[in-house]
């Protein structure tokens, strides 16, 4: 059981939870992530760790509440338990030494960002955030970012705050007048990822993405998380998530999602079964 | 009775659920003996002197004995002699291979009657979970930590005897749920989940600490467990489990699945049952591709979960089959078409879904390097079959992440993990290593055996 020491609601349907889990938090680094499971009867939910505090021992889980498996978690309170949570998953992010980054970050992937950008700079680089939301009440984590990064911009699609577009309209403005970057991190949606690999590509900017395709055990043995880097078989879980967004088939990946999509929509409507925690907890004797 | 009136005996045969009750859940096929039946079959062993049974059995079981005790109706002593060699009767008769084990080199197999040595071993076994003998005298704690890395059958077997010896075992287990492949893979109507948990509990109850979600290499290391956390030894019984693909066209297509990870849902996250969220693919024409266990426990999985039709796919014909002949024989009762001697060769796609397979038919050339003959492809003879669902079931190797667990460590160019074969001890000093991830045969036994040994030289190791 691992306890939820922290819940923050950041904006609507996108929480913030801060869970004791010691072992994750000495051994985790940027890019990484986890998979939690709420109750007995539950999905295993795989979500990046935003942030860690390793003297604390906890890490930081932002999550967009978008289906059966996410509402579940929803409804879990600071003091309650989740059932279990492994990790830290995945390669740590590869950065080498930029001299100049840009992290491109949309929704419930910036969070993910702050530790990355962390590392970039570390690594000595500067570092130009470029942040996405669809209006100004879905902003999370632009103080943490402009706390980290040197330079922050924030576009919303609707034009309630800051720059009006998609994130990729200033990052193809900065491309164009000449900037020059070493690397160009992305996490967020595939249709984000895809769409900013295919900016960079034209200007050979080596970039990198985040990918979340549907998992199961996290650690390689299933399979699910396949995806086409480069014309080859990778396992997302242990190969990545990171890959080269320019090699990234991001069409196979937006189709794989949707493997369940039907089962999906009947479990959402279907909603969360208060009764299901009672049973869970039961069964645990 | 003398041995004449023994051998004209008929075989007591096991009660099975009828096939349209067996297709509509997943409950055990196979019912078990009741008393009667057992002592009736153990009536025909002959009690041979030189027991030609135990050269098959890879760990050694007093077959005889076992069966005589039988015989004289006292179970739990007949349970004790099993576990002085195997941990897991109730486990072992029901997986192990027997007709190319024990059941093979019974005198009586010579008639086509070998004794049923699987059946009686799972009766003793869960007339043992049934009536728990008492513990007698535990070893005098030694104080010592072994550590044990991962918890299928080769790791669950190193617990309980090195918790027998004494020592202070902690298993960690990477998933969320202990068993290894007992638990994630072999389905339910073959080995329930509650006969693996007994084993477990019995474990517990010896004072074995399981750690879950705890993936060695990634959340603890081995060089910790070794240093600040304390252990004196690490048993690595990681198993095989990282599937491997045909690298066919259009294998990456939603509807394509590997039998791990179709059989994880179904298993550990108990996709077929109504009160779990896990989601998993009922396709309705489904194509199951390989010849072993997975195969066809895959199959069957699969027209448990309501599919119209499920084609079986081997390269080879049924004798080169690998799987038990009574899961080939159950999976043809229930239906499941098979189709030897044929191959994939690319899996098509319609709206961004599989919508059908591509295949060759092959014959039968040279053996290869495993003695078997090798498939050769039959020139122009593709022919493609419409299917909603492929699921491939074509073998595992070592997961690549195995290098993580203690960098620096000797493996093969398989990535099985080199050891020296008495001691079962790695190119490191006080680890260990047993099971499918050292090769080997890959069975169930052979994983308890290796974790039996290994139990032996890490006491040896930790009292020298
Ligand atoms: C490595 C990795 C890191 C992730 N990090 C985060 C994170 O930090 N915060 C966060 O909110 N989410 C993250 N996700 C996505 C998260 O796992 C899914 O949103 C979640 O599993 C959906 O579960 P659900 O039952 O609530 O929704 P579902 O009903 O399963 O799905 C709702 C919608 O989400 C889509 N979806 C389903 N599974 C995934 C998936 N694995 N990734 C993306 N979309 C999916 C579906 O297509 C559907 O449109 C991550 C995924 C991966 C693989
Ligand atoms: C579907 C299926 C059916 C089968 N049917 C039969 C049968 O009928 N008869 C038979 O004899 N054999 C059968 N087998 C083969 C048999 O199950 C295996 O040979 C046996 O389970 C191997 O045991 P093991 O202990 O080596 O590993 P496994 O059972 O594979 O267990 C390894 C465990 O280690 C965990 N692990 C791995 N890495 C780590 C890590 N770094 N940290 C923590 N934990 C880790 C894994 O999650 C897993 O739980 C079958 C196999 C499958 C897949
Ligand atoms: S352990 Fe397996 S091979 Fe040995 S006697 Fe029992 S069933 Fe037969
Ligand atoms: S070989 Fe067969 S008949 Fe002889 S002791 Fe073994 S089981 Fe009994
Ligand atoms: S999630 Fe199972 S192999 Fe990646």
Redesign the pocket.
């Known amino acids: 059981m691992f306890k939820i020491l922290d819940k923050q609601e950041l904006a609507e349907s996108i929480i913030e939870y801060t869970i004791e889990a010691r072992d994750i938090a000495r051994h985790h680094h940027a890019g990484q ?1 986890c998979i939690i499971r709420v109750h007995s009867h539950c ?1 295993r ?4 760790i ?1 942030e860690t505090n390793s003297q604390a021992g906890t890490i930081t ?11 579940e978690l929803a409804q879990l309170e600071a003091g309650d338990s989740i059932l279990d949570v492994v990790g830290p998953l ?1 390669q740590p992010t590869k950065i080498g030494s930029p001299r100049r980054g840009i992290f491109v970050g949309g929704g ?1 992937g910036v ?2 960002g702050s530790s990355m950008v962390r590392q970039m700079k570390q690594a000595g680089a500067q570092v130009l955030a470029i942040i996405g939301f669809r209006s100004k009440d879905l902003i999370i984590y632009e103080e943490k970012m402009r706390a980290v990064a040197d330079e922050l911009v924030v576009t919303t699609d609707d034009g309630s705050y800051g720059y009006h577009g998609l994130v990729t309209e200033p990052l193809q403005e900065r491309l164009a007048a000449g900037e020059k970057y070493d690397v160009v991190i992305t996490v967020g949606p595939v249709v984000m990822m895809r769409a900013v690999a295919e900016v960079t590509r034209p200007y050979g900017t080596h970039t990198i993405a985040s990918l ?4 199961v055990d996290g650690t390689g043995m299933c399979g699910a998380c396949r995806v086409t880097v480069g014309g080859e078989t990778k396992f ?1 879980c242990v190969d990545g ?1 990171e890959f080269d967004a320019h090699q990234v088939d991001f069409a196979e990946l937006a189709q794989r ?2 493997i ?2 039907d089962e ?1 929509l009947r ?2 409507e279907a909603g969360p079964h208060e009764c299901r925690l009672e049973q869970a907890l039961k069964e645990l004797g | 009775m003398d041995a004449k009136e023994r051998m004209k005996l008929e075989p007591v045969p096991m009660r099975e659920r009828d096939v349209s009750e067996r297709v509509a859940g997943f409950e055990e096929v196979n019912r078990g003996y009741s008393e009667q039946e057992a002592r009736a079959e153990a009536e025909r062993c002959l009690q041979c002197k030189k027991a030609p049974c135990r050269e098959g059995c890879p760990v050694d079981v007093d077959i005889p004995g076992f069966i005589c005790l039988v015989c004289e109706g006292r179970y739990a002593e007949a349970g004790l002699k099993i576990k002085e060699s195997n941990a897991f009767p109730a486990i072992c008769g029901r997986v192990c291979p027997q007709e190319r084990q024990c059941q093979a080199t019974c005198v009586l197999s010579k008639q086509g009657k070998p004794i049923n040595i699987g059946y009686l071993e799972r009766f003793v076994g869960d007339y043992l979970i049934e009536y728990p003998p008492e513990q007698v005298g535990s070893t005098a704690p030694t104080g010592k930590k072994v550590a044990v890395v991962g918890s299928g059958p080769a790791g669950l077997a190193a617990a309980g005897d090195l918790a027998k010896a004494g020592h202070q075992v902690t298993v960690f287990e990477a998933l969320h749920e202990p068993g290894g492949v007992l638990i994630y893979g072999i389905p339910e109507f073959r080995l329930p989940n509650l006969t693996v948990g007994h084993e477990i509990q019995a474990l517990l109850e010896m004072g074995v600490q399981v750690r879950t979600n705890t993936i060695i290499g990634r959340t603890l290391t081995v060089p910790e467990l070794l240093g600040v956390i304390g252990f004196k030894a690490v048993f690595l019984a990681l198993g095989a489990g990282a599937p491997i693909f045909l690298g066919i066209e259009g294998e990456n297509l939603p509807g394509v699945f590997s039998a791990n990870e179709f059989l994880t849902r179904v298993n550990l996250m108990r996709a077929f049952r109504d009160d779990y969220d896990t989601p998993v693919q009922r396709g309705r024409n489904v194509v199951v591709i390989g010849g072993g266990n997975v195969a066809m426990d895959s199959c069957r999985s699969a027209l448990r979960l309501g599919a119209d039709s499920v084609t079986l796919l081997y390269r080879r014909t049924r004798a080169e089959m690998p799987a038990r002949i009574e899961e080939v024989r159950h999976a043809e009762e229930e239906g499941v078409d098979f189709q030897l001697l044929v191959a994939p060769t690319r899996f098509l796609g319609r709206d961004g879904r599989l919508a059908a397979v591509e295949c060759l038919r092959m014959e039968l050339g040279e053996p290869d390097e495993s003695g078997r003959r090798r498939p050769v492809p039959l020139e122009g003879s593709e022919f493609t079959v419409e299917i909603d669902q492929a699921i491939v079931a074509v073998g595992a190797r070592v997961n690549p992440s195995a290098r993580l667990v203690m960098p620096g460590m000797s493996q093969d160019e398989r990535g099985h993990i080199i050891v020296d074969p008495e001691t079962l001890m790695t190119s490191v000093e006080g680890v260990f290593a047993g099971g499918d991830v050292i090769g080997g045969e890959e069975t169930v036994i052979e994983a308890l055996s290796h974790g039996r040994r290994a139990a032996r030289a890490i006491d040896e190791y930790l009292n020298s």
Do not use: D
Not at chain 1, 212 to 215: A, D, E, G, Q, S
């Open positions: 992530f999905e939910i795989p979500l990046s935003a889980l932002v999550v967009q509440i978008a289906g059966h498996s996410t509402q995945g419930v969070p993910a979340n395709p549907i998992m997302a998530p999602l949707e369940y999509r999906e479990a959402h």
